[in-house]
């Protein structure tokens, strides 16, 4: 018999996908066969899966966490922001637009939700679901899809999260539990999470919210210091090392509709590079590395990037001997022109930043797909995902920044111009310690450093570890024989 568990939160940003992510890995190391599911994700960092469709990237580290190979039942609904508009993905492909703040079509979407969830319970022991946001939004309450509706068709036992690193945390618990109303009953767990300090202080707060709720306090998670994949972007922070004389000074430029800033993530996995955002007016000329990240309205971002003089000041950094990469919407940005004849972000055409020979068009089916490939410039294989609505063409013969495999076919893939200006449309390139540390080098060389140390793990490898530490504290801080009873896993 198929089990479930509803990890739902007091806000946004409590814990719920790395908690749902820490249950997953634990049971699953127990021996049973286990699930993620959320039924409506709004994020800018996504990936793809084997199967060529896009879903939340946390869908996909929970779904590494069980692991098992993600697939777009996992996060059936995904809202990506566009600026004045949403664009709906639905069961990973795109599915249309929406206008911020007003309802989806709710029948649509809930058929696909509760076959997606359906699904899962056929083929897993434990699906593991996370809720979306609050329970408590009373303005939402009628269009909820991904929270309490869904714990009433299924009837799944909901663990409540509450962040104790903004203050708080009891009101949070105890005023989402009474705003509920007739699916309070639901409750059957409360959580506090980062919480720094001795746990002793907290007792005769958790004793009074027991005896409020009759709900009982299954524990209270540590403040962890995780690289794990951050759900939406909205806090999105490098982790960095204080900068030393002789380390990469590499700056990641800071847009408004930044997507997949997880790309760049793996950089923090090297001692001797400095990483953090750069603004567009900011002095370039203290960096070794500008990288131009994807963006999910290329037109807009460019446009605010010819406000400030970027292309001029970007091709100073340039004769002074720095390096620049554009993946992605960053990739396209460094072109001649992007056109938009189907209105995909704004319709019409603005200019790029003029650095290739490249043009680009935004189409309206999205590419999707895996790619495995060489990079020949520094002679390692290289691993990554696309995922786009342009398909950019050279203007002129540019050497190829990879050869890349797909379906028995290998083809050429972005651009190399003067050892100085890289574009690509890879996701995920820097995942490879072998090729991080190649093109890392490659930049110190240009740059006269020496080269670097040798090169640190892969991030899967590393992302392992991290997720059995998170597991590991699970296990440590949560009442796991009380949990497995309410699972049903055990009688006591």
């Not at 634990?26 to 699930?35: D, N, P, S, V």
């Not at 300090?197 to 209270?220: A, F």
């Not at 790309?263 to 990483?275: G, K, N, Q, S, T």
Request: proline residues 6%.
């Amino acid at each position: 018999m198929p089990h479930l568990l509803m990890v739902q939160g007091t806000a946004s940003g409590v814990g719920k996908s790395l908690l749902v992510t820490g249950l997953l890995r634990y049971f699953t190391r127990k021996g049973l066969r286990c699930a993620p599911f959320k039924a409506q994700n709004m994020s800018l960092h996504s990936g793809v899966t084997p199967k060529g469709e896009e879903i939340a990237r946390a869908q996909i580290l929970q779904a590494q966490a069980a692991r098992i190979p993600p697939d777009a039942r996992m996060n059936p609904v995904l809202l990506k922001p566009e600026g004045g508009s949403i664009q709906v993905v639905l069961l990973g492909k795109v599915w249309g637009k929406a206008t911020p703040f007003a309802p989806l079509p709710k029948e649509v979407f809930w058929d696909a939700i509760v076959e997606s969830l359906s699904s899962l319970l056929a083929e897993y022991d434990l699906v593991c679901v996370e809720g979306m946001g609050s329970p408590a939004e009373l303005n939402l309450r009628e269009r909820d899809l991904a929270n309490m509706s869904l714990a009433r068709h299924f009837h799944i036992p909901v663990l409540l999260v509450g962040d104790i690193e903004g203050g708080g945390v009891f009101a949070a618990l105890y005023g989402t539990w009474a705003l509920t109303q007739e699916d309070r009953g639901y409750f059957q767990g409360f959580i506090i999470n980062k919480f720094r300090g001795n746990r002793e202080v907290l007792e005769p707060g958790i004793r009074e919210l027991e005896r409020l709720t009759g709900v009982p306090v299954l524990g209270v998670l540590p403040y962890l210091s995780l690289r794990l994949d951050d759900e939406d972007g909205l806090n999105f922070t490098f982790r960095t090392r204080p900068y030393r004389p002789g380390m990469l000074r590499v700056g990641v430029v800071q847009l408004p509709h930044a997507a997949n800033l997880t790309d760049f993530r793996p950089l923090e996995l090297e001692d001797d590079v400095y990483i953090r955002f750069v603004f567009p007016h900011e002095d370039l000329g203290t960096f070794d590395l500008l990288i131009l990240p994807g963006t999910k309205n290329t037109c807009y971002d460019l446009r605010l990037l010819q406000e400030a003089s970027f292309g001029e000041r970007l091709a100073g950094f340039l004769a002074q001997g720095g390096v620049v990469l554009g993946v992605c919407g960053g990739f396209q940005m460094l072109g001649e022109v992007v056109r938009d004849p189907h209105g995909i972000e704004e319709k019409g055409e603005i200019q790029g930043l003029g650095l290739l020979p490249l043009e680009t068009v935004l189409e309206r089916e999205k590419v999707l797909g895996w790619a495995l490939g060489y990079a020949p410039r520094f002679g390692v294989q290289v691993t990554g995902y696309e995922i786009h609505h342009g398909r950019s063409f050279l203007t002129s013969s540019r050497e190829p920044f990879f050869l890349l495999q797909r379906e028995g076919t290998v083809f050429p893939e972005g651009v190399v111009q003067k050892d100085q200006v890289f574009g690509t449309y890879l996701h995920g390139l820097f995942d490879e310690g072998a090729f991080r540390r190649a093109f890392l080098n490659h930049v110190r060389k240009l740059r006269g450093l020496p080269p670097g140390k040798a090169q640190g793990p892969s991030w899967r490898d590393f992302i392992e570890a991290e997720l059995d530490r998170l597991a590991d504290c699970c296990a440590a801080h949560l009442n796991m024989p009380l949990l497995e009873r309410i699972l049903g896993l055990s009688e006591r």
